[in-house]
Antibody, heavy 118, light 110 residues
Framework: EVQLVESGGGLVQPGGSLRLSCAVS????????MHWVRQVPGKGLVWVSR????????TYADAVKGRFTISRDNAKNTLSLQMNSLRADDTAVYYC???????????WGQGTLVTVSS | QSALTQPRSVSGSPGQSVTISCTGT?????????VCWYQQHPGKAPKLMIY???KRPSGVPDRFSGSKSGNTASLTISGLQAEDEADYYC??????????FGGGTKLTVL
């Protein structure tokens, strides 16, 4: 069974940092591109970032470029999102998701809530 | 990249059909056959219902179908059931090789 489990969310002050993790199981992690997508509670989905199978190619939404870094550890079946210089508008539920192809994600985690507030 | 345009809400009675539209541009929906649709129930993760405009993942009922004409994609749900009540989001691959979502449509089963 394919499983993705996010962790690392919580309350952080503006300007602070947080590192999210996504532990995966049930599939060959190293064979799939992966994504982070976020959703402000009650609002729509917003794509955040993508990484290829070996971590050599990463892409970011303009809103997080230069502040967020996506990475992966294929030996540990773990996807990460390092978030720096956090702002109030980064407050959202963050989902990790497996890429089917061309950025269409077929499996998602349950999400982890990040709240940026003083 | 601007979000794709979806109606805020649609509704239908059990057994009826409803169609949700998703309008983009030639840089996303109109330019690629990589349009997908997600169903999201409150407090749950999105579930992929349609990919590549009209393909259904294993386990998705054939009551769900997708299509595209020009810059507009559509999701049609036939034989509406109570459990179909949810939020629906379209998405599309884009010319920048990233991903754009629609704003979401709330489906109410009357």
């Amino acid at each position: 069974e394919v499983q993705l489990v996010e962790s690392g969310g919580g309350l952080v002050q503006p300007g602070g940092s947080l590192r999210l993790s996504c532990a995966v199981s049930g599939f060959t992690f190293s064979s799939y591109w992966m994504h982070w997508v976020r959703q402000v509670p009650g609002k729509g989905l917003v794509w955040v970032s993508r990484i290829n199978t070996d971590g050599s190619t990463t892409t970011y939404a303009d809103a997080v470029k230069g502040r967020f870094t996506i990475s992966r550890d294929n030996a540990k079946n773990t996807l990460s999102l390092q978030m720096n210089s956090l702002r109030a508008d980064d407050t959202a539920v963050y989902y990790c998701a497996r890429d089917l192809h061309y950025n269409q994600a077929d499996y998602w985690g349950q999400g982890t809530l990040v709240t940026v507030s003083s | 990249q601007s979000a794709l345009t979806q109606p805020r809400s649609v509704s239908g009675s059990p057994g009826q059909s409803v169609t949700i539209s998703c309008t983009g541009t030639s840089s996303d929906v109109g330019g690629y056959n990589y349009v997908c649709w997600y169903q999201q129930h409150p407090g749950k993760a999105p579930k992929l219902m349609i990919y590549d405009v009209s393909k259904r993942p294993s386990g998705v009922p054939d009551r769900f179908s997708g299509s595209k004409s020009g810059n507009t994609a559509s999701l049609t749900i036939s034989g509406l059931q109570a459990e179909d009540e949810a939020d629906y989001y379209c998405c599309s691959f884009t010319v920048r090789h990233d991903l754009v979502f629609g704003g979401g449509t709330k489906l109410t089963v009357l």
